[in-house]
């Protein structure tokens, strides 16, 4: 890994750990950063992290102790792919890439309408579509509005529904998408959009993310680049 790819895996680290604080936050539960890892004192909402790493070599024992191990679910995102939590209960669940889009890649337009969510029934109508009937829509609560560094990104179609969205937050040096998704056509439907939403939005910052397979496949279709490999542990 370069030294300009360490750098950008750290500051979508740190962006990624700042979105999975709004989230928790939203649930009304409140994290606290180190200098080697966010993390929440109890078990954060359905598939997020209970602790994001923010610089290589943290302490397994240390950030294993941070998080409540005793309820079912816990899980560790080690964002630089370098810890081993076996000892402390966990197992690998899956691995993935950081990745990376510079600011001068050129944003593609779609047929859709794009906005921001920005009241509860917009933000209702998003995570309808983005739950598709999975029963997990009430996981992005309307406080989530609150936070002026999310952005929930909708595409609506020329008939008002919502076809295609993600997540954008804003950190210092990056700006990172997550929860991209598509009614229909998939993910390279949904990335013409958001992209196209995101630059209008930050047209000076660099796109920052994470995905794995098929997922990561689109993005890198779509101009992103590889910069590093994370893992999830899940505890039990």
Request: hydrophobic share 40%; glycine share 16%.
């Given at each position: 890994m370069t030294t300009s790819e360490?750098?950008?895996?750290?500051?979508?680290?740190?962006?990624n750990a700042e979105w999975c604080a709004a989230m928790s936050r939203s649930h009304g539960l409140a994290g606290e950063f180190g200098e080697e890892a966010w993390a929440a004192p109890a078990r954060t909402p359905p598939y997020y992290p209970d602790a994001v790493t923010l610089a290589p070599g943290a302490d397994p024992a240390a950030l294993a102790a941070r998080i409540d191990t005793t309820a079912p679910g816990a899980s560790v995102k080690d964002s630089f792919a370098d810890l081993d939590l076996t000892a402390a209960g966990f197992q690998v669940l899956f691995e993935a890439q950081w990745i990376h889009r510079a600011t001068s890649a050129a944003a593609t337009a779609s047929g859709l309408a794009w906005g921001v969510a920005d009241a509860p029934d917009d933000l209702h109508a998003w995570a309808l579509a983005w739950d598709d009937g999975d029963g997990d829509a009430d996981l992005f609560r309307s406080e989530l509005l609150g936070d002026a560094a999310t952005f929930v990104l909708?595409?609506?179609?020329?008939?008002?529904?919502v076809a295609a969205g993600a997540v954008a937050s804003r950190s210092d040096q990056v700006v990172g998408v997550s929860n991209v998704f598509a009614s229909d056509g998939g993910p390279d439907t949904a990335w013409l959009g958001v992209l196209e939403a995101v630059h209008r939005l930050f047209p000076d910052l660099p796109v920052v993310g994470y995905e794995h397979g098929a997922g990561l496949e689109a993005a890198l279709r779509h101009g992103f680049e590889p910069v590093g490999p994370l893992r999830i542990w899940l505890h039990g």
């Open positions: 360490q750098s950008m895996v750290r500051a979508a680290a740190r962006n909708a595409g609506r179609d020329a008939g008002g529904r």
